[in-house]
């Protein structure tokens, strides 16, 4: 079974923070790459960050320095640290992994950053 159940989303102001979380029904030890995604509407879905069971992380040049990610096997969830949000972070953001050769993903969280 793999479910993952995002929260975390809102409505803040630019500038500002937030901090997504992202809830596995399995052991996350055993995913070994997890992964934030985002969309903006009418655009693709891309790469935000992800982050390895060794705890290397890698980052799209929009989040550099603005965005951590993060995993805590203990509670089974990924984090994503959001800082110095912008206008253009405005989006649905979803965590996902791919197990068996098939993308699982969460149902989503909104973000949305106003001036």
């Known amino acids: 079974q793999d479910e993952l159940v995002e929260s975390g989303g809102g409505l803040v102001q630019a500038g500002g923070s937030l901090r997504l979380s992202c809830v596995a029904s399995?052991?996350?030890?055993?995913?070994?790459?997890m992964a934030w995604y985002r969309q903006a509407p009418e655009k693709q879905r891309e790469l935000v960050a992800s982050?390895?069971?060794?705890?290397?992380?890698s980052y799209a040049d929009s989040g550099k320095g603005r965005f951590t990610i993060s995993r805590d096997p203990a509670k089974d969830t990924l984090y994503l640290q959001m800082n110095r949000l912008k206008p253009e972070d405005t989006a649905a953001y979803y965590c996902?992994?791919?197990?068996?050769?098939?993308?699982?993903w969460g149902q989503g969280t909104q973000d949305t950053v106003v001036t």
């Open positions: 996902k992994y791919r197990r068996l050769g098939i993308d699982r």
């Open positions: 399995r052991n996350i030890n055993q995913i070994y790459i």
């Open positions: 982050i390895t069971t060794r705890g290397t992380a």
